[in-house]
Structures are given as structure tokens and as C-alpha cells.
């Protein structure tokens, strides 16, 4: 019996997972709803838009709603993204 120097060879770990998949009804879900969302981001433009032409400046009772229909609108770009590129692995 002869002792080497090597040691010997590791044993073979476990297959790697597939990776997760997600169904084309999931994403058609998401871009829909994401397109639903942009409906407060795109009146929140135009109202904003309209307050600022008409008087110069955003009135206060405006500019809070204007601010959450276009977090909302940002959201929606954001949801829609993901629908469109998948989930990254």
C-alpha cells in the first residue's frame, strides 16, 4: 500500500435547481394591472399640468395628489417592467 499525495476526489454535490419560471397568466396579470396604474400617474400629469399653466403655480389642496398619482404612475412603469423582463435568477 502506497501513500500519494493527492487527496482524493470531492463527491459530487447536488444538481443545480431549475431555475423558477413564471406562467405567461402571471405576467399578462401584472402588465394589466401595471396598465390600470398608470391611469392616477397620467391624470396626476394633467391636472399638475393644467394647475400650473392656469395660475402660474401648484395650488396646496393639488400638489399632495398630484405627488401620490405619480408614485403610483412610477409604480405601475415599475410592475410593468418586471412583467416584461421576468424574474432574474
Known sequence: MSI???PPPAPPGPPPAPPN???GCLTAIMAIFGILMLLP???ALLF???SV???G??????APLV??????GL???ALIWAAIKGRRG
Open 67 to 72: 405627488f401620490v398619482g405619480l408614485v403610483v
Open 21 to 23: 419560471k413564471r406562467g
Open 57 to 62: 403655480r401648484m395650488g396646496s389642496d393639488v
Open 48 to 50: 399638475g399640468g393644467m
Open 75 to 77: 409604480g405601475a412603469v
Open 4 to 6: 500519494s499525495d493527492t
Open 41 to 43: 400617474g397620467a391624470c
Open 53 to 55: 399653466i392656469e395660475g
